[in-house]
């Protein structure tokens, strides 16, 4: 499936997810050294409050959130804050009254 995609327009925060492949060792009863392998899924997404990209195990996640319609905070900025701030602006859009002259695609 493609998307549309315009730098100045759109700002996709799930960039995409690929898999991480890590190889480990390990004894088995008799002495012998066993090479085997592990797949991590990972995440790439852009941070709501930074635009700095990061990256998440696709485990750790709500498989629900992975798309563009949740936010996404890295690990280096203060979701809580991130989230009072988004709430007190959803508010403001919430108690807008329906005849309010504001274009639909503003908010």
């Not at 890590?22 to 009863?29: A, D, N, Q, V």
């Not at 990209?53 to 696709?58: A, K, M, T, V």
């Not at 629900?64 to 949740?70: C, E, M, Q, T």
Request: with cysteine; aromatic share 12%; hydrophobic share 30%.
């Amino acid at each position: 499936m493609l998307y549309f995609y315009n730098l100045n327009v759109n700002i996709i925060m799930f960039i995409k997810e690929y898999i991480e492949k890590t190889r480990h060792t390990r004894h088995s009863k008799s002495g012998k050294i066993h090479d085997y392998f592990r797949n991590k899924t990972i995440v790439l997404l852009r941070c709501d409050n930074c635009d700095k990209i990061f990256q998440r195990p696709r485990g750790s996640m709500d498989p629900n959130r992975i798309n563009n319609n949740y936010f996404h905070v890295c690990e280096t900025c203060d979701s809580k804050k991130f989230a009072q701030r988004m709430g007190i602006t959803r508010k403001k859009i919430w108690d807008m009254p329906a005849s309010s002259d504001l274009d639909i695609s503003k908010l």
